[in-house]
């Protein structure tokens, strides 16, 4: 059986400037630096297995207008009003999300 060649993300393949994925990824979606605590009541988080991961779909000119920064190098804060559609997004690109709702405290 014949073996294609693998193929490459193209958010993957601009690293031929000699930039590192975690450069072009703080330009794509830079890391929250808050000075002080914060707490974000009903924050929807998306959060990925590997940095590249993230990467790729900060890359996705569709996908990154959900995402509003980076907390982690495997997380991204996702407009808490467009979760939903972020999902959807995900799931019709192949992804396969796992949604997990907070419990709400009287």
Request: overall charge negative.
């Amino acid at each position: 059986m014949a073996r294609g060649k693998p193929s490459r993300s193209p958010a993957l393949a601009i690293d031929e400037g000699g930039r590192s994925a975690s450069e072009l990824l703080d330009d794509l979606l830079p890391l929250a630096e808050p000075s002080a605590t914060e707490v974000h009541d009903h924050a929807a988080v998306l959060e990925v297995g590997d940095p590249a991961q993230l990467l790729e779909l900060a890359s996705d000119t569709a996908l990154r207008p959900f995402l509003l920064c980076r907390l982690a190098p495997n997380a991204a804060l996702v407009d808490p009003g467009r979760a939903d559609d972020l999902a959807e997004m995900l799931r019709r690109r192949g992804h396969t999300p796992k949604i997990l709702k907070s419990t709400e405290h009287p």
